[in-house]
């Protein structure tokens, strides 16, 4: 490990060792929300509202940070959201976080905008989980879940948020559109960036490798195939498609991007195993509320028939403990491990997963819980805004 990643103390350093390495444009990528960016920010800001409770004179000598979720064991509690393009931020890409991850004791999910093939990731060692829409083409869906069946994965992330791409306005200031609309200042940035401009330069083309072979010859750059996959989105998907394609799976099945009681009831009726509570980081719906903020209801309503994960703004081990008190299984992560990823590849995940498994550990022992299933509703409280006076 670098000396620069070991001095980075937690996520934060992270990204900002991520910004100083990347350029702008692909920084922003990854940082970036949907429009003003209030549901990005109060992802994480809400995760203040919630007040901790500990319990001391309680032997915490052996702490347990292990969980189960879609019928894996889980070293701790946090797994790899799916999230696209990780070749864009560094060469070791999807392969090298899911690496990083198998190797802290978790599971990474693979996004189907990968840059590696669906067989690339399933030859990983360790427990994967594979992300797929429900595209307008239900036959490439189907592909990818036999795909994902035959290399192994343990479970099936169904996303539903998506019935139109969100508009990420950080983008658009840079220039990463299609086709890609770059300032000069974009490519400026890519110029003081030489080491990830060679990186990208020396190693493979980029393309979304699990629909490159649906891309006509010739039109194979990697602008061509976001367009193709962005008119894969299908705003009139339904529950009708998701039970569809939880039948196909035929196994553990997480629907991701649940906010309501509603929709959580409708994930259950179609026959999901488990829901993300999940506003795609803030990238898609702006205005909608803190996921934290939406979790109690849902596990109120479902919780006894399904697993609930949180997802969304998580940057300290402080808002796992907080998510597992309002009654998560496990909490997916995206930027943290990204910003890890950008700030030194395959090693800089592995610091990642360190950072967050240590704090998880250190607020449990000072919270006198011993196993997560030690982390109850009492051990959370609403922190109520002081009264106007
Ligand atoms: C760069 C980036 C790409 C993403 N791509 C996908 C994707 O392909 N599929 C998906 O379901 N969610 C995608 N997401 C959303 C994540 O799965 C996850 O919901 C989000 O990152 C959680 O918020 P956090 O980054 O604050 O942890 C993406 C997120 C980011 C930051």
């Known amino acids: 490990m670098t000396r620069a990643l070991e001095a980075c103390r937690n996520i934060a350093d992270l990204r900002a060792l991520a910004r100083r390495r990347m350029p702008a444009p692909i920084f ?9 960016e209030v549901t990005l920010r109060r992802n994480t800001q809400a995760f203040e ?33 799916p999230t696209g393009l990780l070749g864009l931020l560094h060469r070791d890409g999807e392969i090298g976080v899911a690496r990083a991850l198998a190797r802290s004791g978790s599971v990474f999910t693979q996004s189907c905008m990968s840059n590696v093939t669906i067989e690339d990731v399933g030859a990983v060692p360790g427990a994967k989980m594979l992300q797929a829409y429900t595209f307008r083409d239900r036959g490439l869906t189907r592909e990818f879940i036999a795909r994902g069946r035959e290399a192994g994965f343990v479970a099936l992330c169904l996303t539903f948020d998506v019935p139109v791409p ?57 602008s061509s195939i976001i367009q193709f996959v962005t008119n894969q989105y299908d705003p009139s998907a339904t529950w009708d498609d998701a039970a569809e394609m939880i039948g196909y799976w035929d196994g553990p099945v997480a629907i991701k991007g649940v906010m309501t009681p509603g929709d959580a009831k409708r ?88 950072i ?3 704090q998880i550990r250190r607020s449990m022992a000072l919270s006198g819980v011993v196993r997560t299933a030690d982390i109850t509703r009492e051990r959370v409280s609403w922190r109520r805004p002081a009264r106007p006076v």
């Open 28 to 36: 922003h990528y990854v940082d970036g929300g949907a429009e003003d």
């Open 267 to 354: 994930a259950a009726a179609a026959g999901a195993s488990a829901i993300v509570v999940s506003n795609h980081g803030g990238r898609q719906l702006d205005g909608a509320a803190a996921t934290i903020d939406r979790l109690a209801p849902v596990v109120d309503a479902v919780g006894g028939d399904l697993e609930v994960i949180l997802d969304g703004g998580i940057r300290r081990g402080s808002h796992v403990i907080k998510a597992l008190a309002l009654g998560a299984r496990a909490c997916m992560a995206g930027r943290a491990f990204l910003y890890g990823l950008g700030a030194g590849g395959e090693a800089g995940v592995d610091r990642a997963c360190t």
């Open 49 to 81: 509202d919630y007040e901790l409770e500990p319990e001391y004179a309680v032997d915490v000598s052996a702490i347990d940070t292990s969980t189960t979720i879609l019928g894996q064991q889980l070293d701790w509690p946090v797994v790899a959201a």
């Open 356 to 358: 967050l498994h240590q």
């Open 166 to 222: 969100g508009m990420r306005e950080r983008d658009l200031l840079y220039g990463l559109t299609v086709p890609p609309r770059l300032s000069i200042g974009s490519l400026l940035d890519f110029a003081l960036h030489p080491r990830w401009s060679l990186r990208y330069l020396s190693g493979p083309p980029l393309r979304i490798a699990n629909v490159a072979h649906r891309i006509a010859e010739g039109t194979s750059d990697l």
